[in-house]
């Protein structure tokens, strides 16, 4: 609009507005608003997609720096020799791919006796005969270096360094040396390797100083651009290893690049009753949804839909007529996009190999390139993973060159324990809400309506897009992880996909590099060696009703292997003792285990070093996180110090995995055997300490240890007392031990319910006025196969015994429960159990597989398949029917009105647990909970199916004393005519509680799923209100029928 | 007495015509109940029924605008940048809402949490849904005003970046049209209909006498030949809600518990109270009585009439009507609408201000007297209708059971004239309204026994 027509306008405006005094007075508004809409308009969302435009760089002026998140290998194609590919982001976020070549591994044996330098050609020549590969040792050095293992007086000795051309030699130049090599004046040597087991990547990490995801920078002049056609990224370098510089992950180093991450998920139409198949059921939908890291609100929200799809505001929809066509243009969003982060659901598992298997399947031929690489096809494969601490995990792997992956659900599994890992329970759990979930036979049905059904089907695609992403978020994760990586400096895609040692590992080869160490390559043999653990002092189970503290050992296995100095550097052998003399107590010490280690003024161990940078560093992390105000920057120094913490505890494991890198068992012996030590010194000390004899009002009492804790019962009443002496009595223990073993006193329980080892529960104080919360230990809470109503019960039992201290009042709680329950009072959502349905060939006959059987020979379409979780209740069956066979759908137990086996219920489900809790307290009368006045009024429903219901005739009877009714009597009989005013008014507020309930719960339905006008078709079995819903219609309805026999009295 | 010593004047009572106004009372009586239907039915006919005539005003207002704005049929059609209206159901975000989810998992352990007084909160959005979607309305005019979920509303701005909508001006349904009342012109003396509410027979604050003093006053046995004059204009009754509050029976921990049996929480003695007191004012006058939140009776909207079989005295009488709430009736041609309090009381929860008058005078505006169904205000899951919809602008609507009195005479854009009236709980204040059948004037009458605070 040019200045005249603009001024024009502004002047027709103002006469129109003298004109007409009616007119709305928003008119100046409503222009500004045109204005500035027009300005902000967008024609193409997609033109979001790219990355930051990318400013001139000059390589012989300019200097690059990015954050690398990926790191691989390649072999070069002419030259022969190993390339390492980082995949970044620089600060403004431009991708960047850097080859860094010149690198070549490497790794020691030790020289044989009588090796001179002089008969380092033959050897060379020997070994590449030796090796399948010819001409692949570049060359062969002289050093001076110590083994790891054992104290050997601090002499170096002499090693030969045999440096590689190519990684894939290294397994066979190590086989060779192994088996034995014969060369000039040397016969069958056999040499132990060393440094030959660990991968050519982390290997030039370590000596380059780089970390998992840290800031690298190439100085100006050292680096050149590379023309590759195959690349997606938009800078595109190499460099030659020493030339690059990498900046260690503190101060202005600890940010992190602008990330983009991108959560996704799929809709496939599947079949009734049958798990999608690849081959055979098309995907329909994906949301995808892009934020850039740090940033509260994604920039891209898309769904590409098969068939045509109604607007979603803020939303890109993507209507394609194809499916072809459709998983084409995703493929190709991703490589606009060019995610650094890609997250979901479950995509390791299901998304990514379905959406590989369909794309081949329907022979869309560009789409398995996902990575930032042309010429690398993305492809699923089969993983195992096997881990003391994670079990083992038989997982797909899907691999995108320069994304990083981080599946929810992996994520989920690996650091949280929860009763469910569905997307609707853990969202549940962290995010406080509930996810409405629509079943996938009506997935199908939605996508074969119209334009609105698929609307609706899209949002909820893209809520479950979105849904990761904001887990993420709360939890965490990806920053938790980027600070774990660095301080561990393992690459980022190691902390899924691997354990817990190659962290240890990582950090040992490069203490060991600095201190001039090599470690041996052991062959890792699983030994069933079993070494002592920690210690319990045997609890004294009972329900306590004054203060107990807990006094704890701070880092326990860790101090104790920096105050005695335990490490692989500084084990003795009684011959090493003999040939240096070292003196007992002066030189070495004895651990309780009967291992001898030298002490610290002859040589600091390398794991102590290790331990000590750890725990200074994770100090420092904390005091700057007290400082720091700026949320980002505190999430970042939250998660350092988590994982430094967590670095730091997995030091001693790494010592006792027997199947590991590098096992001594000594080590982590002598670890478990001082912490037990510890343990009963601090008992002994206390209980001498604080006695009546000595002044204080009570003798003070440990009444439970557990390896790096004990509980003590001072004997006072009073909280602050109780803390008072818990800080004092920790203090006064902790001088009894080396530094920088530290007892602290951290809080007190009262009162205390200590039910057996590693079982207990407590009111936690920190502070004397309030209590922190209710803790408690093993109790199950979170056991999956129990009913919500074990749950509630014990939660409500022990927050009435701890936090109201009514244990008179937790009784009669239980009685009620229990009174209804075998009254058929109780919610049956409360009594539903869900399982997986993982296999259909169990050993054994298992109810959920049994009833999943059941209900497909009911109606195959909506039966659970594979996969889906069952979800069923305990019904009565008749004597010798197994328990198997007594699982029944929830559902069908509502319309039929199927008895509920309410015994079962009471005898397997809730006894055990209760008993537990109560035993301590009532002893032996805890069973009189169980049995007495209240289990005697049973009430079982009338089913209408099955059985004798056949000959059964149905008489209306009277409200009030059930007699059958004669004709002309609706609801009383004669002589219950009395009592009518008073039977109508109760069967009229039963009909009110419950219409108020079917208000409260549809009217919450509809609010969860986000719309008023259209029908809920939720079915999430996870959510507790799905069957009360079902049920509250089901028994309105009845109970206004019989509201309305009151037609008169 | 002072009637002794005069001549005995014979006083009869003053009569008018009734008329049910079948087609908009019906609709508040559930026959036969059927819970297999979801609330989205009645969200959908409210919207269907009643768009139409918002469209009609936000044509009107904003059809010939300049710069153009175009009118957007679905709520997901708008497109950014397009300054557009379009027409659709309020829904409020709040996180106050009381939400059965939490009070089954979270607190199962506590009693339920006491209701808030107010669900408003500094969190809360505003949306527009139809049946394709929902957006967020935001700007000034959104923040400025108050809105509660259910009302159907035109909206007028446009879609910004963030995806939200903009919102300069707004418009609704507006006030009903009103059937004349033929009443304005007759030269007879004036006549009155008295509204009550909140008898209060068994709370805490129930006064026996006050209750014969107002049975009394109604049927004309009080005070000189004026007052009986007066009395004798009063041709109706309206008893709106909340006759009888059941007392919270305290548990009596005392005696060893018995599992297995419903303790008998059934007081007869305020029933049988009630009873008399209809039974004595229908002797002569026409009376009605809806029931309220607090009524042996249904408790979801509408509320069913109280079973006569409950107040077996006074069924008997022709002038004694038992009806639903909210309740529509016709006296000489004077539309009369009431609910007994309710429909305002949850509104009020949505609502910063106090002023419960204002909210009153909106839902003629909003041309629907209990938007808040069903979302925060129980309500039978209706398929084919809205009840609750003002198809016409009642000549007096009165609001039962209310913190105060309060009134004001509202006038429509054509010329509807509705007397709006708050009722105070008669219990609390001893006070009930006359409104004047042929002025719509309203006056209260104060029955108080003695000098409250």
């Known amino acids: 609009m040019t200045e005249d027509a603009h001024a024009a306008k502004k002047r027709r405006m103002n006469s129109s507005k003298s004109q007409l005094e009616s007119q709305p007075s928003f008119l100046d508004e ?68 850097c080859h860094v070549t010149g690198f070549l591994p490497y790794f020691y044996v030790p020289a044989p006796f009588g090796f001179k330098i002089e008969n380092i050609p033959a050897f060379k020549t020997a070994l590449e005969n030796g090796i399948e590969k010819g001409n692949s040792v570049v060359k062969i050095e002289w050093k001076l270096k110590e083994s790891i293992f054992g104290y050997h007086g601090g002499e170096k000795s002499p090693f030969l360094k045999i440096t590689l051309k190519d990684p894939r030699s290294m397994a066979g130049a190590k086989r060779c040396m192994e088996r034995g090599i014969s060369f000039a004046g040397f016969s069958d040597v056999v040499c132990q390797t060393y440094e030959s087991n660990i991968a050519y990547l982390l290997r030039f990490m370590i000596d380059c100083r780089i970390t998992g995801a840290n800031w690298i920078e190439l100085p100006a002049g050292t680096f050149h651009f590379r023309n590759d056609s195959n690349s997606n990224a938009q800078i595109n370098v190499e460099v030659s290893y020493d030339k690059l510089i990498s900046h260690q992950p503190e101060g202005e180093w600890s940010k992190v690049a602008p990330l983009r991450i991108m959560s996704f998920d799929i809709e496939c139409a599947g079949r009734k009753g049958i798990f999608p198949e690849a081959k055979i059921d098309p995907v329909i939908q994906i949301a995808s949804i892009v934020t850039v890291q740090g940033e509260s609100k994604p920039f891209i929200r898309n769904v590409m839909v098969l068939n045509s799809c109604a607007h979603i505001v803020g939303t890109h929809t993507m209507p394609f007529d194809e499916e072809e066509k459709l998983l084409a243009a995703w493929s190709d969003f991703v490589r606009r996009v060019d995610p650094d982060v890609v997250i979901g659901y479950n995509t390791s598992n299901f998304d990514f190999p379905y959406l590989l298997d369909r794309a081949k399947h329907l022979g869309v031929l560009k789409f398995p390139f996902l990575g930032r690489l042309n010429d690398i096809r993305t492809e699923a494969k089969d993983t195992k993973f096997s881990s003391k601490a994670y079990g083992n995990r038989e997982n797909k792997s899907t691999n995108m060159e320069g994304r990083l992956q981080l599946d929810m659900l992996q994520v989920m599994q690996r650091d949280y324990k929860l009763r469910s890992y569905t997307l609707n329970s853990v969202c549940a759990e962290f995010l406080g809400e509930q996810k409405e979930d629509v079943h996938h036979s009506i997935i199908t049905e939605l996508q074969n309506g119209n334009e609105e059904t698929r609307r609706r089907l899209a949002i909820y695609c893209l809520k479950d897009a979105y849904l990761p992403q904001r887990l993420m978020d709360k939890l965490m994760c990806l920053i938790n992880y980027i600070e774990m990586a660095r301080v561990t400096g393992v690459p980022f895609n190691y902390l899924l996909a691997r354990g817990q040692q190659i962290k240890v590992v990582s950090q040992l080869f490069r203490k060991a590099l600095e201190k001039g160490f090599v470690i041996p390559a052991v062959s890792s043999q699983g030994s069933e060696d079993q070494y002592e653990g920690a210690t319990v002092i045997e609890p004294r189970k009972g329900y306590y009703d004054v203060p107990i503290a807990t006094l704890d050992f701070a880092s326990l296995y860790p101090s104790i292997m920096m105050a005695h100095n335990l490490c692989y550097t500084t084990l003795l052998t009684p011959s090493i003792i003999q040939k240096y ?141 109780t803390m008072e002496l818990g800080r004092k009595a920790a203090e006064y223990v902790t001088t ?32 004397p006025d309030k209590y922190d919360k209710m803790d408690t230990k093993g109790i199950e809470t979170v056991r999956r196969d129990n009913c919500r109503l074990v ?204 219409e108020v309930r079917f208000s409260r719960l549809w009217t919450q339905c509809q609010r969860c799923q986000g719309s008023l006008h259209q029908e809920v078709l939720c079915t999430s079995k996870d959510c507790p209100i799905f069957y009360m819903r079902k049920k509250v219609q089901k028994e309105v309805q009845d109970s206004s029928i019989t509201l309305d026999r009151f037609v008169d009295w | 007495m002072s009637s002794m010593e005069t001549e005995p004047v014979s006083i009869s009572r003053r009569q008018a015509v009734f008329d049910s106004l079948g087609p908009l009372q019906e609709k508040f009586v559930v026959k036969s109940r059927d819970y297999k239907m979801q609330y989205a039915h009645l969200y959908f006919m409210r919207l269907m029924l009643m768009r139409p005539i918002v469209l009609e005003h936000a044509q009107q207002k904003w059809g010939s605008l300049d710069p153009k704005a175009k009118h957007v049929e679905k709520v997901l059609d708008v497109q950014q940048g397009d300054i557009s209206y379009l027409v659709g159901t309020v829904y409020m975000d709040m ?60 909206v007028l701005g446009s879609e910004d970046t963030d995806g939200d909508f903009k919102v300069i001006d707004i418009c609704y349904a507006g006030e009903a049209p009103q059937e004349q009342s033929s009443l304005m012109e007759t030269d007879e003396a004036d006549k009155y209909v008295a ?259």
């Open chain 1, 791 to 994: 749950h509630n019960v014990i939660d409500t039992c022990l927050r009435k015994i701890l936090i109201d201290r009514d244990v008179i009042g937790a009784q009669e709680y239980t009685k009620q429960i229990i009174a209804d329950l075998l009254q058929n009072k109780i919610d049956m959502a409360q009594l539903v159990i869900t399982k997986a349905l993982s296999k259909t060939d169990y050993a054994n006959k298992q109810a959920h597989v049994e009833l999943a059987e059941r209900m497909r020979q009911r109606d195959a379409g909506s039966a659970p398949a594979l996969g889906d979780r069952v979800a069923y209740v305990i019904i009565k069956g008749g004597k010798g029917v197994a328990a198997y066979d007594k699982s029944e759908d929830p559902l069908y137990v509502l319309e039929k009105n199927i008895p509920i086996d309410t015994k079962y219920y009471l005898d397997n489900q809730l006894s055990k647990p209760l008993l537990r809790i109560f035993e301590p307290i009532l002893g032996d009368k805890a069973d009189s909970l169980l049995t007495g006045d209240h289990t005697r009024t049973i009430q079982v429903s009338t089913p209408s199916v099955g059985g004798l219901m056949k000959f059964a005739v149905k008489t209306a009877t009277c409200l009030g004393c059930k007699t059958p009714l004669k004709k002309g009597e609706s609801a009383v009989c004669v002589n219950c005519k009395d009592r009518a005013p008073e039977l109508y008014q109760k069967h009229q507020n039963i009909v009110n509680a419950l």
């Open chain 2, 95 to 154: 996180k106050l809402k009381p939400n059965i989810l939490d009070d089954i998992t979270k607190d199962h352990w506590i009693a339920a949490q006491p209701d808030r007084p107010k669900y408003i909160d500094d969190s809360d959005s505003v949306y527009l849904e139809d049946e394709s979607g929902r957006v967020k309305l935001t700007g000034p005019k959104i923040n400025s005003d108050f809105f509660v979920t259910g009302v159907i509303m035109g």
């Open chain 1, 581 to 721: 003399n070292l003196v007992k107590d002066v030189d070495y010490v004895i651990t309780p285990n009967n291992d001898a280690f030298v002490m610290e003024k002859k040589r600091k161990g390398v794991l102590p070093i290790i331990l000590t940078d750890l725990l200074d560093a994770r100090k420092r992390a904390k005091a700057d996180l007290k400082k720091e105000t700026d949320p980002f920057k505190r999430a970042v120094l939250d998660g350092r110090q988590l994982a430094l913490k967590i670095s730091a505890n997995s030091v001693y494991g790494f010592t006792g995995a027997t199947v590991g890198k590098l096992p001594c068992l000594q080590i982590s012996s002598s670890v478990t055997a001082y912490g037990r030590v510890m343990i009963e010194t601090t008992k002994q000390e206390v209980e001498a300490t604080y006695t009546v004899e000595n002044g204080y009002s009570h003798t003070a009492e440990v009444i439970y240890g557990d390896t790096d804790s004990v509980m003590v019962k001072f004997g006072v009443k009073s909280l602050e007392e």
């Open chain 1, 30 to 97: 409503l222009e500004l608003l045109q204005e500035t809409s027009n300005a902000s308009k967008l024609d193409d969302p997609s033109l979001l997609w790219a990355r930051p435009t990318l400013n001139k760089l000059n390589p012989a002026t300019d200097s690059l720096v990015f954050q690398q998140i990926e790191a691989d290998e390649y072999m070069h194609t002419s030259t022969h020799t190993p390339v390492i590919r980082f995949y970044g982001v620089t600060d403004v976020g431009n991708s960047v791919i």
């Open chain 1, 736 to 767: 009894k031990f080396e530094k920088p073993i530290k007892l602290e006193f951290e809080k007190v329980y009262f009162p205390y319910l200590l039910i057996n080892k590693k079982r207990y529960a407590g009111l936690y104080w920190t502070k």
């Open chain 2, 195 to 453: 509204l009550v509410s909140g008898l209060g027979i068994g709370s805490n604050e129930f006064k026996p006498l006050e209750l014969d003093l107002l049975a009394e006053f109604l049927t004309g046995e009080i005070g000189g030949t004026k007052e009986q004059t007066n009395s004798s204009s009063i041709v109706r009754v309206i008893i709106a809600g909340n006759s009888i509050i059941i007392p919270d029976i305290v548990e009596d921990d005392t005696k060893t518990k018995k599992y297995g049996y419903d303790r008998s929480t059934f007081v007869t003695e305020p029933t049988k109270i009630l009873d008399r007191f209809l039974q004595e004012i229908c002797s002569s006058v026409a009376v009605d009585i809806m029931p309220g939140d607090k009524d042996p009776s249904s408790v979801t909207m509408p509320q069913q009439p109280i079973h006569p079989a409950l107040l077996p005295s006074a069924r008997g009488f022709s002038t004694f009507q038992s009806v639903t709430n909210p309740y529509w009736s016709g006296v000489d041609n004077v539309t009369i609408l009431g609910t007994s309090g309710q429909t305002i009381d949850d509104i009020y929860k949505y609502v910063k201000s106090e002023n419960r008058l204002e909210m009153a005078i909106k839902t003629l505006n909003w041309r629907h007297l209990a938007p808040t169904t069903p979302d925060t205000l129980w309500c039978y899951p209706f398929k084919d209708i809205d009840p609750f919809i003002m198809h016409q602008a009642p000549h007096i609507y009165f609001i039962g059971n209310q913190d105060k009195f309060a009134t004001e005479l509202v006038t429509g854009k054509q010329g509807q004239r509705t007397r709006v009236v708050m009722l105070p709980s008669f219990a609390l204040t001893g006070t009930i309204a006359l409104v004047n059948l042929r002025t719509l004037e309203c006056h209260t009458v104060c029955l108080s026994s003695s000098t409250r605070k």
